[in-house]
């Protein structure tokens, strides 16, 4: 397609790739191995059970959308053009990812090379898949279809009620004046936005054209954009190839502020000057950084919009444009650590990709230990050693409920078909993912090698999906010397990625221990048997802590939940005015504390906090505790004072948590997401997620924790 070309209006971003930054790596760097094909028999063709669609017998070379948004009835209409070429011979039918809330009026076929210049109206069913989706199965013209030879496909079709569009009327909006919209694509959602082959291993190029009402502005995951105000029509242009998951779409009343010379804020005006001042110059910053240790940013743009508390996940990593939840900017440490996570996905995730979701720790994983590379830089070693240890207290924490034998805690999670793919992103994705990533850091003898080495395994795999068996042979041909540790007795990395349990390897944070032992030692003043000593207290001055020590310390202490009411009252008057004054990822775990020791003198701030909360992340976790225990009259009572402010997705999840009721019946717009990044500690009385077993039966386990970003 041409180049969009800016309008005197234009909304263009100038996205454009910057020149590469960051010192050239010494030592490995000049005999960098390319990845040379894997000795052995050959691998099996890649399997995505996720995916209905026959994505192996094409290659997909660009996407097209065109889209009209009627707020007024919530549906996306128009169509979708698919720029394909066979890769097989013989092949009749065209297999794309749907769902049932697509409503599909017509499909037809062009053959460019042919010369023909009407399409060719093709018939089509709609098979059932999965809850999460459906096969819709396009018969193909066997003239039209040669390996090698471009063909041209058009649907036509209307959105409805699908788990990936989230449709909100003003009321639930942070201004509460204009109704918004946004998609969420991960991980199998984006079949409901437009057919596809929804899996992350095939990447293409993609453009839009989306028309929208007057007085509302759109952004999509798209490095060009432009805006022609006569016909009120946005167009983008994404340059670089993106997984299907990728493809994103807001549309509101949104303002921004440039905030460095490749990023800009974007929010609803009431939110907008909060989340520049929060943010400041700091984006640049930590881009800088980051290039500094993996090489150049890809994407040119680095954009951030704040989305209403209805944002179903704290933030996703969209190219070009991060979506974050605007509840979070109550909080300036979770807020740097989830953006710097968004960030480090520009290379791992984004850049090169998990071929399926049974490696999403891929993405999660070294993204993770991107992200804490990046604060280490930026921060300092204490600083990022203290996150870790909030985030591997949770990880043990969900060990000690599900079991050091549960499959879920594996890297690599075989799916059983059927099984949603968002129900496993859980800690294990990320937490374990990154002890495997820092264990292979060790092995190279020198954090700065391993950071040659994740620069140049981007450049190598680039735009591209991976599998594990693809980093592990490049990390062996890096440092040949290694070739036996895979193999090392206990600590083999066929046992990391298909062993249940914890991390075979823990890194190192007593850098942080600065930090970290005052937390201990007042727990262990709280944990006796007599409450502390006023003059003991007095040593250990929590106001003057960071929140992450104030986390890991409530945290630490709901492990030791019930405590006696006469420590609950010490607790109450030490601390209780100090967490009214601090973010709500403090307030709510303290709020945990009191709903799980049935602590009734506090419940007029549980109350408050679920008036004042509406997001998924601050209220699921107080509702199920309340429900859990002896207070479920008080969550009643609040749900239906505050149920008209929640979006129609999350006041479903209430009453099923509320009533008990069925998701699979009562849910459908709501993908299953323990990603539904809760900030909570984790709770035996967590809401439950259906998840595989290694039997292929189900098996319902508690994967909410503490916040983690997609």
Not at 269 to 282: E, M, N, T
Not at 538 to 566: E, G, K, Y
């Amino acid at each position: 397609m041409a180049e969009l070309h800016q309008t005197p209006t234009s909304l263009c971003c100038c996205r454009k790739p910057l020149p590469a930054s960051g010192p050239p790596c010494v030592g490995d760097a000049g005999a960098r191995p390319s990845a040379a094909p894997r000795a052995g028999p050959p691998r099996c063709p890649l399997v995505d059970v996720a995916s209905a669609s026959n994505f192996r017998c094409f290659r997909l070379r660009h996407l097209h959308l065109d889209l009209r948004l009627n707020f007024a009835v919530k549906e996306m209409s128009g169509w979708l053009v698919l720029d394909l070429v066979p890769a097989q011979q013989g092949v009749t039918t065209l297999v794309l990812d749907s769902h049932p809330s697509l409503l599909i009026h017509s499909i037809d076929c062009k053959d460019p090379a042919a010369g023909q210049e009407e399409p060719m109206s093709l018939t089509y069913r709609v098979d059932p898949f999965t809850d999460y989706g459906s096969s819709l199965n396009i018969s193909l013209p066997p003239t039209a279809v040669k390996p090698g030879r471009p063909i041209q496909i058009t649907v036509r079709y209307t959105t409805t009620d699908g788990p990936a569009i989230w449709w909100l009327d003003a009321e639930l909006t942070c201004g509460q004046s204009r109704p918004l919209v946004f998609t969420q694509g991960h991980s199998v959602c984006n079949r409901s936005f437009f057919p596809c082959f929804d899996t992350p291993a095939v990447k293409s190029t993609y453009t839009a054209s989306v028309r929208v009402p007057e007085g509302v502005t759109v952004l999509m995951s798209a490095s060009r954009s432009s805006y022609s105000t006569p016909d009120r029509i946005f167009q983008f242009s994404m340059e670089l190839p993106v997984p299907s998951y990728l493809v994103a779409l807001v549309a509101g009343e949104l303002q921004h502020v440039d905030v460095g010379p490749r990023s800009r804020v974007w929010a609803e005006p009431c939110l907008l000057s909060c989340a520049v001042k929060k943010l400041g110059g700091s984006v640049e910053r930590w881009l800088g950084v980051a290039e500094e240790l993996f090489g150049p940013y890809l994407w040119g743009r680095c954009d951030i919009v704040f989305l209403p508390p209805s944002f179903p996940i704290v933030a996703m990593e969209n190219p070009c444009l991060t979506f974050i939840i605007a509840s979070i900017l109550e909080s300036s440490e979770f807020l740097l650590i989830d953006v710097v996570h968004e960030i480090a996905h520009g290379w791992f995730g984004n850049a090169v990709t998990n071929a399926t979701w049974e490696e999403m720790w891929l993405s999660e994983g070294l993204a993770t230990y991107a992200q804490r590379r990046i604060t280490t830089e930026a921060y300092g070693e204490a600083f990022t050693c203290l996150e870790t240890a909030v985030r591997l207290d949770a990880l043990h924490r969900q060990l000690r409920l599900l079991g050091d034998n549960n499959p879920v805690s594996k890297l690599q999670v075989k799916f059983e078909p059927g099984v949603n793919p968002s129900s496993l992103m859980n800690l294990f994705t990320y937490e374990k993912g990154f002890c495997f990533v820092s264990y292979l850091s060790e092995l190279s003898g020198d954090v700065r090698r391993f950071d040659c080495f994740l620069r140049d395994y981007i450049s190598e795999f680039k735009f591209q999906s991976v599998v594990a068996q693809d980093l592990i042979d490049y990390f062996l041909q890096y440092f040949p010397q290694l070739m036996d540790v895979s193999h090392r007795e206990g600590l083999e990395f066929e046992r990391w990625l298909n062993g249940s349990g914890p991390p075979l390897f823990e890194p190192d944070l007593s850098a942080a221990g600065a930090l970290t032992q005052p937390v201990q030692d007042l727990c262990d003043l709280w944990r006796g048997c007599q409450s502390p000593d006023p003059q003991a207290l007095l040593t250990l001055d929590l106001s003057a802590w960071s929140t992450f020590q104030i986390v890991l310390f409530l945290d630490r202490m709901l492990d030791q939940c019930p405590l006696p009411q006469d420590v609950m009252s010490r607790l109450s008057a030490s601390y209780s005015s100090v967490f009214d004054g601090l973010n709500a990822e403090v307030q709510i775990r303290w709020l945990q504390m009191v709903v799980r020791n049935s602590f009734h003198p506090e419940l007029p701030r549980v109350r408050a906090f679920l008036h004042k909360h509406t997001s998924r992340m601050y209220t699921v976790p107080l509702y199920d505790d309340l429900v859990a225990g002896v207070m479920k009259c008080v969550a009643v009572e609040v749900f239906n004072q505050t149920q008209r402010r929640l979006h129609p997705n999350l006041r479903r999840t209430l009453q099923q948590i509320l009533f008990q009721t069925s998701s699979a019946s009562t849910n459908q717009n709501v993908p299953i997401l323990s990603a539904v990044p809760v900030s909570a500690s984790s709770s035996p009385f967590s809401q439950q997620v259906t998840t595989a077993t290694s039997a292929g039966t189900t098996a319902a386990i508690a994967l909410r924790d503490v916040n983690v970003s997609a």
